[in-house]
């Protein structure tokens, strides 16, 4: 694994390490971590850094939906334009192209199931290209982006003696 690949995957574990630590694991300097994290945003390898957050904690109404969507590609980009304006909305995360029975697989946030299901039936389904939607509810996340999130007890479900 070359030293660049380290450094992703040092980053992946940890977005907020210091180049100096950086430094310190890999056997280099600060400066040299510094220029090839340069070097990766550059090249569009490294795109973004970003926070695992447990949006159930900040708000116990938070919805999050995986929805499968069939598609007619378009004749002139094919699944990119429909792809492209699925993922022009604020309320998408995350926009894939899939193998299988579906399509594309689009993960949406929401405050509440009703503005989930107000999205794909005013939003999505309506749009050209989108044949179909199936949304799927998360209930619970147990691990994302290699983290595990921890399920606080819920005192209902206890009985006491």
Do not use: W
């Not at 310190?24 to 400066?31: C, E, I, K, Q, R």
Request: hydrophobic share 40%; proline share 2%.
């Amino acid at each position: 694994m070359n030293i660049k690949e380290q450094i992703i995957n040092i980053l992946r574990q940890d977005a907020r390490i210091s180049n100096e630590r950086i430094a310190v694991m890999l056997d280099t300097t600060a400066n040299e971590v510094e220029k090839l994290i340069e070097e990766l945003e550059d090249e569009g390898i490294i795109i973004g850094y970003t926070a695992i957050t447990n949006d159930e904690k900040l708000d116990k109404n938070f919805v999050c939906a995986l929805i499968d969507v069939k598609v007619s590609p378009q004749v002139s980009c094919g699944y990119d334009g429909v792809a492209a304006n699925i993922a022009a909305y604020r309320e998408v995360s995350s926009v894939y192209l899939m193998s299988g029975g579906y399509d594309l697989s689009v993960t949406i946030k929401g405050k509440n199931l009703r503005e989930v299901a107000m999205f794909v039936t005013e939003r999505l389904a309506p749009l050209d290209g989108v044949i179909s939607t199936t949304t799927h509810f998360i209930l619970h996340r147990y691990k994302e982006k290699d983290k595990m999130f921890t399920r606080d007890t819920d005192e209902r479900g206890l009985v006491s003696p």
